[in-house]
């Protein structure tokens, strides 16, 4: 799976969300936007690390789901921090690129393209 399938899952759930929620009412899948974003952390790092040249790639993802679901107060600071989380996980765990590393790239794009894939199904309009 490349980064521009998951890309283009990115883009459909960007698109069929709904657009800003009150903050009261938690999405269903605030969970599941939280591991993407996590996912989205992760691979800034890992792919940088391992020579592609597409850093900025997943974080642009990220803020553009953020802007799409505009969370705010807490929200944001779950989604903000779920994305931070999996950038400093990694950067913590390595220093130069692995076949570990490798993998890891592998299952994060099948794993977040499943989550977007899952959330676009369920909650698309």
């Known amino acids: 799976m490349t980064k521009s399938v998951l890309a283009g899952f990115m883009l459909l759930l960007i698109a ?3 657009p800003a929620r009150a903050e009261s009412a938690p999405a269903p899948f605030d969970n599941d936007l939280q591991r993407l974003a996590e996912i989205l952390g992760g691979l800034a790092y890992l792919r940088t ?5 597409d850093g900025d790639v997943w974080r642009n993802e990220t803020q553009a789901l953020m802007d799409a679901e505009a969370p705010s107060g807490e929200r944001r600071d779950r989604m903000v921090a779920s ?11 390595y220093r130069t690129c692995t076949p570990a590393a490798d993998l890891a790239i592998r299952r994060h794009l099948e794993e977040g393209a499943k989550i977007a ?7 698309a309009n």
């Open 16 to 18: 069929g969300l709904s």
């Open 49 to 53: 690390l391992c020579g592609a040249r």
């Open 83 to 93: 994305y931070n989380r999996g950038y400093r996980g990694f950067a913590q765990s």
């Open 117 to 123: 894939r899952d959330i676009t199904a369920r909650y």
